[in-house]
Structures are given as C-alpha cells and as structure tokens.
C-alpha cells in the first residue's frame, strides 16, 4: 500500500483510527463493487487501492460506518462520519429501500394523488353550495338561472382578445363559436329581459372590454407570469413572453441552469429549480403532446419515464437529442410535455443539492476509472 498520493506524490497524514487503513485522512469504500479508496487531502485525487487491501479493510470501514450511524437509522450513501480524525465516506447504493429512487417518486405520486382527490371534493363541495346559493336567490325559476348563465357568456370573445394580446394562436373556429355564444346569450336575454336589458347589456360589455383588455395587456407585459412567482420575481421578473424564449442546461456537476432572461441572466441550482417549479402551472398547459385531462395517471407516466431512464442524470442525458438551441441548449417551449413533467417531478424529489453533490461526482468519477480499469485487466 503506497504512503503517498498518485498525482501530488504528498504522503498521507497518519489517522490512529484504523488498523486495516492507518493513513489518510479521508476515506471513501464501496461495499457493493469492493473497493476502497484514500482521498488525499491536499489535491483531492482518489487513490485506488488494490483489490485485497480492499478486501481485507472492508469489514472494518463497514463496521465503524454501521457503528458510527444514529440509532434506528440505516447507513445511507455519500453521508460521511466522523472517526477521530478520519472522515469516512459511504458511496454505492443505499442499503434503505426508503432512499431508493422508486421509493421516492411513489411517494410523490401518492401526495399528488392525494391532493387531487381533495382538488375533487372541494369542486364538489363549492358546486353544491352554488346550487343551494342559486335556489335561495332566484328560487325555482329556470329562467332567472338562464338569464345568469347567459350574462357570462357575454365575456367569451373578451378570452379570445385576451389570448391574442398574449400572442397565442387562436384559431377561426374559435372566434366564431365564441361570438355564436354571445350573441345566443344575448338572443336568451332578449327574449325573458326584453329588448332594452339587451341594449344595457352590450353598452356595458362594450364600455368594460377596453379596461380589461387594458388589464391584461399591462399584467402579461409588466408583472410576473402568476400571483404565485411574486417572491421569486424580485430577483428575475418573469412574463409569459419571457418564457418563449427559455432555454435549460446543466452543469458538469448535474445543476439545472436557466438560460435566456431578461438581461442574459442565468439562474442555476437550487435558484433554477424554484423557478422552473414556478413556472411549470404555465408550461404545462402549453406544451406539445399536453394531457386533455390532468389527474395522477399523468404523473404516474412522468414516474414511469423517470425509473426507465434511471432518474434525475438519465433524464438530463435523454434530453440531450433536443438540442437545437444555436448555443447548444434546450428550447423550453418545444419540449414534449412528458419530458418536461418528468423533469418537474425529479426536481421536486432529487433535485435540491444536500450538500453531497460535488462529492457523488467525484465518486461517479472515481467509480469510473475503476470500472474501465477493471475492464483493461484480463
């Protein structure tokens, strides 16, 4: 067993902690593929060591870890302890089926599920108190509820303007059945108010439209895409036109960038996540190949692409053939909606950094090396 590094020829400090390992300061081990590694702590280079050292310190490294864990805690992976003065760091696979990656999106599967049964019950709910509220307020009288439900229908060629401001594609059809709606709404009026409700009707529309227009307009082109990124738009003001021209990326190191805000901002990390959650209410609407129903079924498939492509990194490397960006990047708006709900579901259950991810690329490229070492020898 070497006394010094393989890169920076610098000895390893003596430990007084392991009799199988008695230098270095920082040990990592694998017991799934049995290796073992010295980490030198000047240069940070992880030294291999040989398959029977490996072997043969092992059991220690496994025992003091296994020692070394809370109580009713099982030992998990890139969680390092503390011996003395030994660092010693776990990688591989968890050992707690808790921790796996399937574990974890079934679990947020099932929340999500949860959430849309209460999303369901509560519809139901308000809908039968607006029954119980129509009954008491215009009694038994089915034209009192047709003449209600007419004067809204009055707003539909408002949606329409309101969705070309946006400069979202409307197609004809749609212009027509909204004004065939109108104008059966105020046909409906007509006929139990009379002719003069309908002329009260139309000034009032007409004298209102502008100002809602104007609404619109102001908040799709000034304000934030929803009420709900106001605390994140203090940092990075976001509109619905600002999202065309998203595009994402990532780090060596697996970190989520955002790419194309105003003033060539770029969000990363943690900071990328919370937007990217921000904004996916809208992108999910908007996106190719979108759902015509929203229910669990639909994370469900989310999950499903997530465990077929191993998680967070595979989904990243499954992205990579959407490259058309002329930086290299990845166009948020033309994703396929499937890619970007599996990505807004990894990020919620593995995305945020626990302070172990330059250490698991450092191990995924340690592991490498030995992987294609192991392959070299006959």
Same mark, same amino acid.
């Given at each position: 067993?070497?006394?010094?590094? /393989?890169?920076?020829?610098? @000895?390893?400090? @003596? ?13 990592? +081990? ?8 010295? /980490? ?9 060591? &040989? ?5 043969? $310190?092992? @059991? ?31 990688? =591989?696979?968890?050992?707690? &089926? ?20 209460? #999303?369901?019950? +509560? +519809?139901?709910?308000?809908?039968? *108190? ?15 509820? %047709? ?31 909204? *004004? ?9 009026? &007509? ?6 409700? #309908? ?12 100002? *809602? ?14 009420? =709900? +990124? ?7 003001? %976001? ?18 960038? %955002? ?9 990363? =990390? ?18 190719? =190949? ?5 229910? #669990? ?13 191993? &998680? ?5 490397? $499954? ?16 994703? @396929?909606? %499937? ?35 192991? $392959?070299?020898?006959?």
């Amino acid at each position: 067993m070497s006394l010094t590094c /393989i890169t920076c020829h610098r @000895p390893f400090p @003596p430990n007084g902690e392991l009799a199988s390992i008695p230098d270095a300061s920082r040990i990592a +081990f694998d017991p799934v593929r049995h290796r073992v590694w010295r /980490i030198c702590s000047d240069c940070g280079e992880w030294n291999l060591l &040989g398959p029977d050292a490996s072997e043969a $310190a092992l @059991p220690e490294l496994s025992a003091r870890f296994a020692a070394r864990t809370p109580a009713g805690e099982a030992p998990s992976a890139f969680a390092p302890v503390r011996l003395g003065t030994v660092e010693l760091i776990k990688i =591989g696979a968890p050992e707690s &089926g808790e921790e796996s990656l399937a574990f974890q999106l079934q679990r947020e599967v099932d929340k999500r599920s949860r959430m849309y049964r209460l #999303v369901y019950i +509560f +519809f139901g709910v308000s809908g039968l *108190i607006s029954i119980v509220l129509g009954y008491l307020i215009f009694g038994t009288d089915p034209w009192m509820w %047709i003449v209600a439900l007419s004067e809204y229908t009055l707003t539909a060629p408002v949606f329409l303007l309101q969705r070309w401001l946006a400069k979202e594609r409307v197609a004809l059809w749609s212009w027509f059945i909204a *004004i065939a709606v109108a104008v059966a709404g105020l046909v409906t009026i &007509g006929l139990h108010e009379g002719t003069a409700y #309908v002329g009260y009707a139309v000034v009032g529309m007409t004298l209102a439209t502008p100002l *809602i227009l104007a609404v619109s307009y102001a908040s799709l082109r000034w304000f934030p895409l929803a009420h =709900g +990124f106001t605390q994140y738009s203090r940092l990075v003001p %976001i509109s619905r036109e600002d999202v065309r021209r998203l595009t994402i990326d990532w780090t060596h190191a697996g970190e989520l960038m %955002i790419c194309g805000l105003r003033d060539d901002q770029i969000v990363i =990390g943690d900071h990328a996540i919370d937007l990217y959650h921000h904004l996916w209410p809208w992108i999910a609407t908007k996106a190719p =190949g979108k759902p015509k129903l929203y229910s #669990v079924r639909n994370d469900e498939r989310a999950a499903e692409l997530l465990r077929a492509v191993g &998680g967070l990194r595979g989904l990243f490397r $499954a992205l990579d053939g959407f490259r058309t960006d002329q930086d290299g990047r990845i166009q948020l708006a033309t994703l @396929p909606w %499937i890619y970007l709900a599996a990505l807004e579901l990894a990020l919620k259950v593995d995305g945020h950094d626990d302070g172990t991810g330059e250490l698991r690329s450092r191990a995924l490229a340690a592991s490498t090396v030995a992987d294609e070492a192991e $392959a070299l020898d006959p």
